[in-house]
Structure formats: C-alpha cells, structure tokens
C-alpha cells in the first residue's frame, strides 16, 4: 500500500510543470513557436551545421543528423537549398580570397545542401569536436569528417567555428519564422536542471 502511495505520488510530481494546452501529450506540452527574430531564447546556445552536397550526394544527411540528435541537441531549422555564389560568399567572406575559394565554390554550389540550426548547451564547440578538423586526415574516428570523408575539399559537413560566427551565419541562412521554439520532451535528461 505504501509503495502504491509513493508511485501515485511520483506520478502526480512528473506532472507538475507540464500542464500545458495538449492535454493529451502533457510531455509535449507546447506546439513550436515561430520567432520573429534568429536569436535563441535567453540563455540557449544555438550553431549552424549544414551538409554539403557530398554529403547530401551520398546519402549521409540522416547519419549526420543522428549524432546531433543522440548527442541531445535539439533541431530547431532545417532546410535544403541550392546555395548561390552570394550567399556563399556572405558565408564565406574571410576566405573569399584564398587561391582554394573558386574550387569551394564550384563543390558548394553543385547541389543541394542541408541546412540546419541546432540549440543546447555549449552546442558550437561540442559541434566543432563532433565534426573535426577541416582536414579529414587529421581527423579522429568518431568524428563526422573522421568518418565520412578522406579531402579537405570534401569534408562533408559545415559547423560554425564559434558563438558570434554561428550568430552571423544562422541569420545569413535563415529567418527567425524559420526557427521554432519548442520543448523537447528528453531535456530534462540531456541538460543540467
Ligand atoms: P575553413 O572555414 O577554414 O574550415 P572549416 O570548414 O573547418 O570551418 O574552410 C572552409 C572550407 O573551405 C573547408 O571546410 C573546406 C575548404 N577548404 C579547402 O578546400 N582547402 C583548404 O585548404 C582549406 C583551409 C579549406
């Protein structure tokens, strides 16, 4: 009887703070909002990660997508694009004139890639690791570019190299009616109370 008491009372406590307007899913107590704006609700980090054409060319796009999910980030856009020479270029303007941009040009624009903005804590450095460096012969296994490729000219995926860079690149990607706020029903498993 005891125990029965204890489980009834656990119950009702996992409740508390869902009691949102979806009476029928309480764990996913609010549909996604849309933003107005690309900034991430206070205190969430936020990065953009894109799969490049090769990526998308050989199938990897839902592996890819995978490690972020089972890692604990939280997908908040996602779109495919065929990406223009202007956008890549707003993308990539510090290296607009290196001697390699005309060939990451012509790969980045062959196909579609698929862009993504992924939220959590610490997500731009962990996403940073979890890809690799740009060159996939430095890179570890276990690592995306460790992976899944063997050229730097084919690394497969995009992650912003820091917090102000991820800033610039989700609003040259996306706009805030893009982005979705919602509460995933796994954070409270993945992040810190
Ligand atoms: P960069 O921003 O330096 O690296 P990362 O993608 O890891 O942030 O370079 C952008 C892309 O340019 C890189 O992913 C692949 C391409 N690239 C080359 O093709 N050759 C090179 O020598 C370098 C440095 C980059």
């Given amino acids: 009887m005891l125990q029965l008491r204890v489980f009834v009372r656990v119950l009702q406590q996992s409740h508390v703070g869902n009691q949102g307007p979806n009476k029928a899913f309480p764990l996913a107590h609010s549909a996604g909002r849309r933003n107005t704006s690309t900034a991430p609700p206070a205190a969430a980090e936020r990065t953009l990660i894109a799969v490049?054409?090769?990526?998308?060319?050989?199938?990897?796009?839902?592996?890819i997508i995978q490690r972020f999910e089972q890692r604990g980030f939280k997908l908040v856009g996602i779109k495919m694009l065929q990406v223009s020479k202007d956008l890549l270029s707003e993308h990539y303007c510090?290296?607009?004139?290196k001697p390699f941009y005309p060939d990451v040009q012509a790969y980045m624009t062959s196909g579609p890639v698929i862009a993504m903005v992924w939220e959590g804590d610490n997500v731009v450095q962990t996403s940073r690791s979890m890809v690799g460096p740009t060159d996939p012969t430095q890179a570890q296994s276990g690592t995306i570019r460790g992976d899944f490729s063997i050229h730097v000219s084919?690394?497969?995926?995009h992650a912003s190299d820091s917090l102000e860079g991820a800033q610039r690149e989700i609003q040259l990607w996306f706009e805030g009616k893009d982005l979705l706020d919602w509460d995933?029903?796994?954070r409270a498993w993945t992040h810190r109370p």
């Fill in 184 to 186: 995933c029903c796994s």
């Fill in 52 to 63: 490049k054409p090769d990526g998308v060319q050989r199938g990897l796009v839902g592996k």
């Fill in 154 to 157: 084919r690394n497969v995926v």
């Fill in 94 to 97: 510090e290296l607009r004139a």
